[in-house]
């Protein structure tokens, strides 16, 4: 009875955050506009396009956050998280955008920096088995280093 109340009570954690404008990952990112309707659902297996190394990344780090789940390799046709634009290894720019729909997320960013930040921000709205509302998710660093 216990584990019902708490998946339920993070469950709707999660939905007032996001309505809140809020998304339940840290640090939050720059900017978060939620679609007017839809979600993603978070599959058991995560078909990943891309061979960059933010894609190999989020591969090997997928089996930690959701425990006996799988990813995979797949085309763009049918990847759930797809990684666009060549990534520029000496670019300095550290942000990305997510563009969350129903059947997939896809990941820009003009660095390979800015791809892994946005695995990690992936991962932290993958560790919950709740579906992720459909929307954009834009990040840049605060401050440069």
């Known amino acids: 009875m216990r584990t019902v109340v708490l998946i339920t009570s993070l469950a709707m954690s999660f939905a007032g955050s996001v309505r809140a404008g809020l998304l339940p990952v840290i640090p939050q990112p720059t900017g978060w506009a939620p679609a007017e309707s839809g979600?993603?659902?978070?599959?058991k297996t995560l078909g990943v396009s891309g061979g960059s190394l933010a894609a190999k990344e989020l591969i090997a780090d997928w089996r930690l956050v959701r425990g006996d789940a799988a990813a995979?390799?797949?085309?763009a046709e049918t990847a759930d998280v797809v990684f666009l634009r060549g990534e520029k290894e000496s670019s300095a720019d550290e942000g990305y955008t997510l563009v969350?729909?129903?059947n997939r997320i896809c990941?820009?960013?003009?660095?390979?920096?800015?791809?892994?930040?946005?695995?990690?921000?992936l991962l932290q709205l993958f560790r919950s088995d709740v579906e992720i509302p459909c929307g954009t998710i834009v990040d840049r660093p605060k401050y440069r280093y």
């Open 107 to 121: 990941v820009s960013s003009d660095s390979a920096t800015g791809a892994y930040w946005a695995t990690r921000t």
């Open 100 to 102: 969350i729909s129903t």
């Open 39 to 43: 979600t993603f659902h978070v599959p």
């Open 72 to 75: 995979v390799y797949a085309d």
